[in-house]
């Protein structure tokens, strides 16, 4: 399989529990991108990557968020002290030159 | 700060039928824009890209426009299929950042 991959697909937690997701992105793809999504709404840009450097962070990655990408391979993203409003699906993608290409997703329900 | 908008947000429409999606931006400093199909509950599957400097890009019964100065993009669907019944979405690369700015999508149903 040559595509990004993401794991786990669904994440069912309790408000105030640590989650985290991974992020395996096309191999040789040195831009990699995370993004949430609400229903009904377009993805909305979290975090870039280009290797293991993170170049950009929305204001919507508060201090609960955290993401790495040790070593300029997988990334891995956390969510500290989940709330309600963190429910939704979260996007990983990357990119080599302009195109960006998104994995299947992580859905995560905060109850 | 960029904004896209789609529109509309649902089309309905009999198999066979050609088809047009309109996405609008409001800064034309981009550096590309990109079309998205999403089916429900999945990730995000790369339709088409069109660079700055490009006008449009075509793959199979698809095709997408770009008119930067006016800040518009179409993608052009022929002979739609039910296979084509989705949420299409289409993104900017702004000027000076890699995001991709997203629209709200358009959802398609092609019904047989």
């Known amino acids: 399989d040559t595509g990004v991959s993401q794991d786990p697909r669904h994440k069912i937690t309790k408000r105030g529990q640590n989650v985290t997701f991974r992020c395996d992105p096309i191999s040789e793809h040195n831009r990699l991108y995370w993004y949430r999504q609400t229903l009904g709404q377009g993805p909305e840009f979290l975090t870039y990557?280009?290797?293991?450097?993170?170049?950009?962070k929305s204001r919507l990655l508060s201090d609960r968020f955290s993401a790495e990408r040790p070593k300029g391979s997988f990334s891995t993203l956390e969510i500290q002290r989940t709330e309600q409003g963190d429910s939704a699906m979260y996007l990983c993608a990357s990119s080599r030159t302009l195109e960006a290409f998104f994995g299947q997703g992580t859905r995560l329900t905060v109850v | 700060k960029q904004e896209v908008t789609q529109i509309p947000a649902a089309l309905s429409v009999p198999e066979g039928e050609n088809l047009v999606l309109n996405c609008s931006f409001t800064d034309s400093a981009i550096y590309n824009l990109q079309w998205f199909r999403q089916d429900p509950g999945k990730g995000l599957t790369s339709l088409l890209l069109?660079?700055?400097?490009?006008r449009e890009q075509t793959s199979g019964r698809l095709n997408a426009s770009l008119d930067k100065s006016s800040g518009r993009s179409t993608l052009y669907i022929a002979a739609s299929q039910p296979g084509d019944s989705a949420t299409y979405l289409c993104a900017t690369s702004p000027g000076g950042s890699e995001k991709l700015v997203f629209g709200k999508g358009t959802k398609l149903t092609v019904n047989p």
């Open positions: 990557f280009q290797n293991e450097a993170q170049l950009e």
């Open positions: 069109i660079q700055s400097s490009q």
